[in-house]
């Protein structure tokens, strides 16, 4: 039972860093896109790109997240009970993380709200994207709107993009418990 407890505590050291790894991917391109998309007010539309990467990206996180919360979950319920108790540690973490007593605050490493910078790497960069290419088209196509299919195949985009970050909200929620 120990060499499963170790294999356990290896495949949360491995999922968390995948789990960093997709993060610096997602600030990684998203910057990248946002660089190529302001460089050029002819390829603002690439922002719409951002929305949809965030959304794959954010979606790994959290599956890695709901992975490490259920190999957290074996370990307390059912191998510490095999080994008498003696694997405390997931217990105490638990304890330390969430007291019996109270809300959790909402500037706090456990509140998966909307003002945890994890969160706002993936979401809030989304609708932030989204916002700004809304905005940039609106400005630029103020005085010469383009071909009615450029204005559609964006307005369609922009859409997916929504859809996305709106799906990847509820995925969070969900992965909160909110």
């Not at 809030?124 to 009615?148: E, H, I, M, Q």
Request: hydrophobic content about 50%; cysteine-free.
């Amino acid at each position: 039972m120990l060499a499963e407890y170790a294999a356990l505590r290896t495949e949360v050291d491995r999922r968390a860093t995948v789990q960093w790894n997709v993060l610096a991917l997602q600030l990684t391109s998203a910057g990248v896109i946002a660089s190529l998309a302001f460089s050029h007010a002819s390829d603002i539309a690439l922002l719409l790109v951002i929305p949809l990467l965030s959304y794959m990206l954010g979606s790994r996180y959290i599956l890695h997240d709901f992975h490490l919360k259920l190999i957290s979950r074996y370990i307390r319920d059912s191998l510490s009970a095999r080994l008498g108790g003696h694997l405390a540690w997931e217990n105490w973490k638990i304890s330390q993380i969430t007291p019996d007593t109270g809300p959790r605050g909402w500037l706090t490493p456990a509140a998966w709200n909307l003002l945890h910078p994890t969160r706002l790497a993936f979401e809030g960069v989304a609708w932030l994207s989204l916002l700004t290419a809304a905005l940039a088209a609106a400005y630029s196509w103020r005085d010469n709107a383009p071909a009615w299919g450029l204005i559609l195949g964006f307005a369609l985009l922009w859409i997916l993009g929504a859809l996305g970050a709106y799906f990847l909200h509820r995925s969070f929620n969900r992965s909160a418990g909110t």
